[in-house]
């Protein structure tokens, strides 16, 4: 059984940066690690997401603003938010598609595991 922890959320200004950091309990690995987004009032949607083999898929929204980034060895996700916008404020949930067999996916119904998620709140 995996657990997804998330952590770093937070209130900022617009124009700031924050790190976001998820640890998982247990072996990740091989599957697809992703980080989705849910604003209040709107649906959960994929912020970005990283393949076992290091594909990577960026929501346009955030592309050239965020970076996603998976370290195997210590089981961590991290997604960097540079230049961050009011319309980022969202809670902010880990996740991983233990049968994504290396491909990106994005649909909250394809993964497995979620962390409780961590908020993120953009001040003007």
């Known amino acids: 059984q995996v657990q997804l922890v998330e952590s770093g959320g937070g209130l900022v200004q617009a124009g700031s940066s924050l790190t976001l950091s998820c640890s998982a309990s247990g072996r990740v690995s091989s599957s697809t690690m992703a980080w989705f987004s849910q604003a209040p009032g709107k649906e959960r949607e994929v912020v970005a997401c990283?393949?076992?083999?290091?594909?990577?898929y960026y929501a346009d929204s955030v592309k050239r603003r965020f970076t996603i980034s998976r370290y195997a060895r210590k089981n961590t996700l991290e997604l960097r938010m540079d230049s961050l916008k009011q319309e980022d404020t969202a809670v902010y949930y880990c996740?991983?598609?233990?049968?994504?067999?290396?491909?990106?996916?994005?649909?909250?119904?394809?993964?497995?595991?979620w962390g409780q998620g961590t908020q993120v709140t953009i001040s003007s």
């Open positions: 990283v393949t076992s083999g290091g594909t990577i």
């Open positions: 996740a991983e598609d233990t049968k994504a067999w290396g491909r990106t996916t994005t649909r909250v119904s394809s993964y497995d595991y």
